[in-house]
């Protein structure tokens, strides 16, 4: 792979990237209950989601969280992260939620020209579909990234892009209420979801480098997003590598899920 020569960080094992190694799919997203809406802003109409460029189906209730809206199904597990986000002393924020069609392509018609902010097509976002949310995952010097790479997954969402570590998804089972129709959608619908019950690393690998089609999806990190954007070291792997980093470095460029073993071997293994 083109990237790994620019790789200096001597005490980085080869694995910590994809140099022939096998895959492990990582612990099965988690059944936490979803909690209870008391307190929240509740939104009801007809909120069209859009898979592939088309139609996927309706949502007809939205929670606001913060300052965003999250589709109602989705939400109530969002919620139950915050608190227990909170319980561990971690300020978790939603940064962004659901987005409506003008709102996609106002992001994207304000962006397109920049390298600094990515935002998909119109229709094509999976914030359309309802099941992505992103998080404040660049503060705290990197604490809060550290919990969603520890604890997300026991509420159903995973990172789905190598390049983005603020983008998780709900690929959870959903415990407490009804699959909601509009995740699987019709056997002859084109652009269904095809939604499932998937594993911390079904999306993004747990050894990958950043644009390596093979494991890292299509783009390196923009520089932005480096760790040393955010107050890390300068010679830190996100800014050596020039953004083709392993997204599962944190802060301290420690591969976290190396760290999480060291400190607490059961951190993956917890069962609901």
Not at 31 to 39: K, Q, S
Not at 220 to 230: E, G, K, L
Request: hydrophobic share 35%; with cysteine.
């Amino acid at each position: 792979m083109s990237q790994i020569p620019r790789i200096q960080k001597s005490q980085l094992s080869p694995k910590v990237f994809s140099v022939g190694v096998v895959q492990p799919e990582g612990p099965s997203t988690g059944l936490v209950p979803p909690a209870n809406l008391n307190g929240y802003e509740t939104i009801q109409g007809n909120f069209s989601l859009y898979h592939r460029g088309a139609k996927l189906a309706t949502a007809y209730e939205l929670v606001k969280v913060g300052n965003y809206n999250i589709v109602k199904e989705v939400a109530v597990y969002v919620i139950a992260m915050l608190d227990a986000a909170k319980q561990d002393g971690i300020d978790l924020r939603v940064t962004s939620g659901f987005r409506t069609m003008e709102e996609q392509s106002t992001l994207y018609n304000t962006n397109k020209t920049t390298t600094t902010i990515i935002a998909s097509k119109p229709g094509y976002s999976t914030h359309q579909t309802g099941i992505a949310v992103d998080f404040n995952v660049s503060v705290n010097q990197g604490k809060v990234y550290e919990w969603l790479v520890k604890n997300a997954y026991r509420f159903g969402f995973i990172r789905t892009i190598p390049s983005e570590r603020w983008h998780w998804e709900y690929w959870g089972k959903w415990p407490g209420q009804k699959r909601p129709d509009w995740v699987g959608g019709a056997r002859n619908q084109k652009n269904r979801l095809k939604h499932m019950r998937l594993s911390m690393f079904s999306k993004v690998p747990k050894y990958h480098s950043c644009g390596d089609r093979k494991s890292g999806g299509k783009f390196v990190m923009i520089s932005s997003a480096w760790w040393t954007s955010h107050g890390a070291a300068n010679g830190h792997t996100d800014s050596t590598t020039s953004g083709a980093t392993n997204s599962w470095i944190g802060f301290t460029d420690e591969f976290l899920p190396d760290k999480l073993d060291r400190q607490d071997p059961t951190w993956d293994k917890l069962k609901f």
